[in-house]
Nanobody, 118 residues
Framework: QVELVESGGGLVQAGGSLRLSCAAS????????MAWYRQAPGKERELVAN???????NYADSVKGRFTISRDNAKITVYLQMNSLKPEDTAVYYC????????????WGQGTQVTVSS
């Protein structure tokens, strides 16, 4: 099992920016996709953005134009640049990796709190 370590969360005012990072603790081959999810209190976990092995990205409608997902394959790290943050972006953010070729495996980060004040 690969461990994912997140960083970059915190408290920011509305309109501000944060950059989340998620790094794998060991070597992973054949990363199929990386993603960021979030879960607000009382709500289900939702997909924020994902990026596949070819670099194609997908975003939730609520973050399009404000958030950017990117990856550094050499560092086995995925990033989420969050701009123009809104109070409704407040949630625990989780990174997710899907990897493997013949078999697929999944790993989740421990979560990092993002709080946006109005």
């Amino acid at each position: 099992q690969v461990e994912l370590v997140e960083s970059g969360g915190g408290l920011v005012q509305a309109g501000g920016s944060l950059r989340l990072s998620c790094a794998a603790s060991g070597s992973i081959f054949s990363i199929n996709a990386m993603a960021w999810y979030r879960q607000a209190p009382g709500k289900e976990r939702e997909l924020v953005a994902n990026i596949n092995s070819g670099g194609s990205t997908n975003y939730a409608d609520s973050v399009k134009g404000r958030f950017t997902i990117s990856r550094d394959n050499a560092k086995i790290t995925v990033y989420l640049q969050m701009n123009s943050l809104k109070p409704e972006d407040t949630a625990v953010y989780y990174c997710y990796y899907n990897y493997g070729s013949a078999r697929h495996f999944s790993s989740w980060g421990q979560g990092t709190q993002v709080t946006v004040s109005s």
